[in-house]
């Protein structure tokens, strides 16, 4: 029987030397996808390194630039959370509808990102918001935009020895709107069939810029720039968004799966991304 070497951590350096002396000690942070992985035996890691510890990785934190949230922090502390309701309504809207109390207990928005599922809940309003990501590595990090993070299903472009530190949400401005909307086949427990998210700026009754995206329906979360392209400028009406949301089906790259049928994630696609468009105008007050 092969051991299973486990260290917890309570300092990001000492976590950083030990990743770079241990390349493949793979992190842990709340568990619930890691530890499905490892009980289905689709991961055998012969080192796990807890991360949980390690206190600055936590907390919702506003700064004059927007809002900072630490990787560990739990999907049920942004669902508490009011700073994150204020200046990232979506990523607020997702949290709460994101599985049981008891994962959102467990689970990190770092475990979620870094775990890489196009199903991931928290990606498609972090990348509608304009999210960046912090990392860190022994002797440096760097920042890049959420959607330069995902590489394909359960890949990233972390590298051995890279942690993701925080993610870092640009303010919103007045005239924004925002919506999130996912469907599932029951409301909890599950992960999503599609999940679509909208941001849209509203400038003189126009469409200044707007930024879509979806969840489950390509390799890696996606934004839809055909939908955008095809919006930004124009004077909101429920025709426009209508033909707009019809687009989506050029961005988005579905497959069937046991959750849903490729087909019934396009149309589904269609129909979420005319809700969250809808919702995210009549919150920017168009
Ligand atoms: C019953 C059930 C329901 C679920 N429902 C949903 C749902 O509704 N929506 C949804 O999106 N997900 C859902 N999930 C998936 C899971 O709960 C989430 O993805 C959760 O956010 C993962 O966070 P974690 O801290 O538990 O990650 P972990 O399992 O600890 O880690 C996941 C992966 O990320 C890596 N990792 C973790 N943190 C870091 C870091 N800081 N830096 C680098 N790598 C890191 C780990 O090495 C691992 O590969 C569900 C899971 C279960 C079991």
Request: glycine share 10%; charged share 25%.
């Amino acid at each position: 029987m092969s051991m299973l070497e486990y260290r917890r951590f309570s300092s990001l350096e000492d976590a950083l030397r030990f990743l770079s002396e241990r390349p493949d000690a793979k992190i842990v942070a709340g568990g619930t996808d890691l530890v499905v992985q490892m009980r289905m035996g689709k991961l055998k890691p012969s080192t796990v390194a807890d991360i949980r510890g390690i206190m600055e990785l936590r907390g919702i934190r506003e700064s004059d630039e927007g809002l900072e949230i630490g990787a560990l922090t739990t999907i049920e502390e942004i669902r508490e959370s009011s700073l994150v309701e204020r200046l990232a309504p979506p990523l607020w809207e997702a949290a709460q509808e994101f599985a049981t109390w008891q994962i959102r207990n467990m689970g990190t928005i770092g475990g979620n990102l870094c775990n890489a599922s196009p199903a991931a809940d928290t990606a498609p309003p972090l990348m509608v918001l304009g999210a960046r990501v912090r990392t860190a590595r022994l002797g440096g990090g760097r920042t890049i935009p959420i959607e330069e993070f995902f590489r394909g299903p359960g890949e990233t472009i972390l590298e051995k020895g890279e942690l993701l530190t925080h993610v870092h949400i640009p303010r919103p401005g007045d005239s924004e709107g925002h919506a999130f909307q996912r469907l599932g086949r029951r409301v909890a427990h599950i992960l999503s069939i599609v999940s679509a998210a909208a941001a849209v700026g509203v400038e003189d009754g126009r469409i200044g810029w707007v930024r879509v995206a979806l969840g489950s329906v390509a390799p890696t979360p996606v934004r839809a720039r055909t939908v955008e392209r095809e919006l930004t400028g124009k004077t909101p009406s429920r025709d426009l968004i209508k033909s707009a949301s019809e687009k989506v089906l050029n961005d988005i790259k579905p497959i069937s799966d046991v959750r849903a049928s490729a087909e019934y994630r396009r149309a589904m696609s269609v129909v979420l991304v005319r809700r969250v468009l809808e919702k995210a105008l009549r919150r920017a007050g168009a």
